[in-house]
């Protein structure tokens, strides 16, 4: 079975109201840093602050009309990557050759490979595994190993703490919101932060916390010090991705909890590097960032070789990390990102297919492929060059 079509998408998803008896949840107002915190005039609410895009999807069709779909981040910026790149090399290979087409795909992009190029590839790897499982009438987890679980364990990210113990969570992880330059006043507002986050959750629970790339080595390990009564975890991606010398330097000094980190790595290049210095003891790779689902199995092995777990960024969230999990023995967890207000069901902005957490857990699809039932008619073109422009500035005084 061959390709017939590669092509860029959106997916227009309906809006779906928060009722009478919902409130705005932590990812409406919640303070975040990263590196562009350094000015103030940009707001740290997540989902607004630069350096977050639209996601775009890509659609793969074979001869017979069969279609896959995945989604892929940056999608603003990649989209055209896909109808004008990738797709012309990989229209008439063979549905089934996965392998082929990344390695084309990788050959081809290799002065620019890494970042968007990657991300990119994600969401036609992504496509090529949904189109898969669809022909052969099988659902992913099955393709790449089979079920490892019952169940895949979740730990929740957000700082709506009572809400998701409700929801019946047990393991969490909090936002950040401190930057290096705001210095020990900023510092103290993080430890009462912590601190009030470790009190709610209580002593028996799993607490992380994430500082998303906003100190550097010497600031990290200051925090780490003065974190550790709370003990966490792990200490998620202090450092931006670049900075391999500073994560292993942090990795030998910080013998208290575990360092994760890999969310903005992209590809298995980068992550051998990783994994070869013993610079992280998890790793996170976002499947939507890092050339897809292929790509992350390859980082799996490589990191299970060395004793690393891997734990991927949002996979709860997705039908591909939900499938990864299920799968892999040395992936024991997945994070679930609240993303809904609180007093909401957690399905409501999933897309239909897609499994929803109960006490914790969740459960994939086994439909064929990644079990999406995403309506056709919800299915439309990417329109380059006509996507709606995203507004960073903050409002007066919203950032402190």
Known sequence: MKIKNVRCIQINTPVIESGPDTRPGWNTHAIRSNPIARYPEFTRVDGHKPGTTKKAWVQI??????????????????????????????????????????????????????????????????????????????????LIGGPSRKAVELYATGDDLEWMKELGFKRFKISNPFFYE?????????????????????????????????????????????????????????????????????????????????????????????????????????????????????????????????????????????????????????EWFMHTNIGQPLGDRLLPGVSTPENGTVTPSDAPGFGLEIPEDWIVPWEHGNQARVTYLSPKNSVK
């Open 61 to 142: 069709t074979a001869e017979d009309g069969t279609f896959g779909l995945g989604s892929f981040a940056h999608g603003q910026i990649g989209a055209s990557l896909i109808d004008y790149f990738i797709a012309p090399l990989i229209e008439g290979k063979n549905a089934l050759a996965i392998e082929l087409m990344n390695d084309l795909i990788w050959r081809s992009s290799e002065g620019f490979q890494g970042g968007i190029a990657t991300a990119a590839q994600s969401g036609v790897d992504l496509a090529l595994w949904d189109l898969k499982g669809k022909l052969l009438g099988r659902p992913v987890f099955e």
């Open 182 to 334: 705001e210095g020990s006043e900023g510092l103290k507002k993080l430890e009462e932060h912590v601190a009030q986050s470790r009190e709610i959750v209580g002593e028996d629970a799993e607490l992380t916390f994430n500082p998303v790339m906003s100190f550097n080595t010497d600031l990290a390990l200051r925090v780490a010090e003065r974190l550790r009564p709370y003990n966490l975890r792990w200490f998620e991606e202090p450092l931006p991705p670049w900075d391999l010398e500073g994560y292993v330097e942090l990795k030998r000094a910080m013998t208290w909890t575990a360092l994760a980190t890999g969310e903005h790595h992209y590809g298995r290049k980068s992550f051998h590097q990783l994994i070869s210095a013993r610079a992280a003891d998890i790793l996170q790779p976002d499947i939507e960032y890092t050339g897809g689902l292929s790509e992350t199995l390859k980082v799996y092995t490589n990191a299970e070789a060395a004793g690393i777990e891997t734990i991927t960024h949002m996979g709860g969230n997705t039908a591909w990390g939900q499938h990864f999990a299920m799968s892999m023995p040395e992936s024991s967890l997945a």
